[in-house]
């Protein structure tokens, strides 16, 4: 166990839905990741949040958005789904911000757009 | 563009086999290089290399970097069914935020 919790573990709906997903990091640690992996592809970074703010962006689409609360855990949001967005959602916390410490992921929450 | 490339795409060995896997990057004003085993599920952390650190082990299981060549290798030996997994390799810089992943290794080891 890593000590970082997402929900839901799975979540099925249609195209055109919206959806939230949640992401508690381990205790003390200030930045959290989002990343996307579809079926036989790595992971995908989507956006990184440290200590409530956005800090970097990767293949993000416009469609998704995300925010870090001021307890530290974030939600990151889908808007009108399609199906290419079926896919594994991971969050990952770490105590610092720069790429020199381990990441620890939760346990993702898996998509399915129907 | 900063990329991560991970060969083999896929690998299958038997019980006892050596495995060598590999990552090769380029990205610019390289940080650290992680490696993680990914099962069912969420990847979990195996070892971060850095300009400091370019070696690593525990147990079976061996890292080292190349920061000249921009490569790290990942060794497994005597390997048990229980390596079967995915293999990703992460790469973080200096000065931005986000980790580069590669796309992976699959490893299948057979009994």
């Known amino acids: 166990d890593s000590g970082v919790t997402q929900t839901p573990k799975h979540l099925i709906t249609a195209t055109g839905q919206r959806v939230t997903l949640r992401c508690s990091p381990r205790?003390?640690?200030?930045?959290v990741y989002w990343y996307q992996q579809s079926l036989d592809q790595g992971l995908q970074f989507l956006i990184q949040y440290y200590n409530g703010e956005e800090r970097a962006k990767g293949n993000i689409l416009e469609r998704f958005s995300a925010q870090q609360f001021p307890d530290l855990h974030s939600e990151l949001n889908l808007s009108s789904l399609e199906l290419g967005d079926s896919a594994l959602y991971f969050c990952?916390?770490?105590?610092?911000?720069?790429?020199?410490?381990?990441?620890?992921f939760g346990p993702g929450t898996r998509l399915t757009v129907l | 563009e900063d990329k991560v490339v991970q060969s083999p795409l896929s690998l299958v060995v038997h019980e006892g086999d050596t495995v060598t896997l590999n990552c090769s990057y380029e990205v610019t004003n390289f940080r650290s290089l992680l490696w993680y085993k990914q099962e069912k599920k969420a990847p979990t952390f195996l070892f971060m290399l850095?300009?400091?650190?370019i070696e690593k082990k525990s147990g079976r299981l061996s890292s080292i970097l190349d920061k000249k060549e921009l490569f790290s290798i990942l060794n497994i030996t005597a390997t048990q069914t229980g390596d079967s997994a995915v293999y990703l390799c992460?790469?973080?810089?200096?000065?931005?935020?986000?980790?580069?992943f590669g796309t992976g290794t699959r490893l299948k080891v057979l009994a």
């Open positions: 992460a790469v973080g810089a200096s000065g931005t935020y986000k980790y580069i």
């Open positions: 850095t300009s400091s650190g």
């Open positions: 990952a916390s770490m105590r610092g911000q720069q790429g020199s410490d381990e990441q620890f």
């Open positions: 205790s003390g640690d200030l930045s």
